[in-house]
């Protein structure tokens, strides 16, 4: 299905639009509901990768396809491998298939787990036998992806002696990991982040039935974000149910899109984002994103609709996601005359005048390169290839936009 935009303006009603919980902590309570039957979930995410989690945790079957959901592959090795006796192959899409497992799996084994590759030495698809694990300490590299330390936090009270994990090299995406922590400690179960190393203590004696909300998700915020920082002055959207300590940290989103001219306000579970003031073109946009990698596609994008320069620094990661999404901004942003230099970990947007009209964005099965670049149908006329890819994280992503004003036609 491609969609195409036709210029638009977001309509003068106001609107305040539900955004569905974070698939980042849905997917990590998912697995600790897994292993702490008596934890109730709210607002829970609908997007593909945390229903896929869902059925994956509940599935029998010896063979358990979690298509692109990187959360979940990483999640599910850690939970497999300590589940006894049991037997499963986890596999996924051709692209997860080339994203790098290889640093959680060692550590795993490390530890004592039964876990082989069934194709390339380092990536899915995996057959894991369930043990019992019972070493207590374990060092891993913390510089690629944070869903490894998230995946062994996450299993570690269930050891029998917890785990003392080693962070080596330069910590990526730490609120990630420390979001994790965050749930466990909402648990009641004791956690220590000092430096770069955590210590999780073994499962509480009895851990009370207890209900967590997620909070909704930040990265699709930055959407709306975009969508109202490329809009005229005094354009308003409202979206909920946010908090403002979040443990999300693409939650900086509201400090970023200051940059932008956009305002937050904050009342009760509602954000309302308010374009304040106009953008000089003088302006230019300087980001480290190490801990927010996320958003960088739809920063860029919002940068190139408003023609600003803009530098962002920290996005090694961004080439082992959905696709290499540095490549793929760089391609998609030039057919639109933009002027992009990509190094393996950053990305430099140079100002520009001029968005060319009509142009077909590939999205390269990655959910967020179609919601990114769909603001920019504010400023020109566009074409959304294969716009069901949103489902990964965010399935109401069109209606949600066809309710603010956005005009556009399905193919
Ligand atoms: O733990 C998580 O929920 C996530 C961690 C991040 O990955 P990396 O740590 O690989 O950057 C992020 O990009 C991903 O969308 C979700
Ligand atoms: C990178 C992402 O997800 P994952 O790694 O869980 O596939 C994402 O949602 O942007």
Known sequence: MDIHIAKSKIASRKFTIPITG??????RLLLLKALYPQINIENISNSDD???????????????DIHHAGTAMRFLTAYFAIQERREVTITGSSRMKE???????????????????????????LKIVGKKLTKK??????NVSSQYISALILIASKLENGLEITLNGKITSVPYIKMTLSLLDSLGVETIFIDNVITIKPQVANLKPQTLTVESDWSSA?????LVALSEVGTEI?????????????????????????????????????KRTAVSQQSKIELDLKNAPDIAQTIAVTAFGLGLECYMVGLHTLKIKETDRLLALKTELEKLGGEVIITDATLHLKSSKKINRDIAIATYNDHRMAMAFAPLGLKTSIIIENADVVSKSYPQFWDDLETIGINFSIN
């Open 99 to 125: 994203r790098p497992i290889k640093i959680l799996v060692d550590a795993l084994k490390h530890l004592g787990a039964d876990i082989n590759y069934l194709e390339n030495d380092g990536f899915p698809p």
């Open 222 to 226: 930055s959407y709306f974000y975009s």
């Open 137 to 142: 300490e374990v060092s891993l590299a913390a």
């Open 50 to 64: 945390s229903v896929l989690m869902q059925r994956a945790i509940a599935s029998t079957d010896a063979v358990i």
């Open 22 to 27: 974070s698939k980042s902590e849905s997917n």
């Open 238 to 274: 409202t979206i909920t149910a946010y908090k403002k300590e979040s443990l999300q940290g693409d939650s900086v989103l509201a400090t970023i899109y200051k940059n932008f001219g956009v305002e937050t306000h904050f009342n009760n579970h509602q954000i309302t984002l308010k």
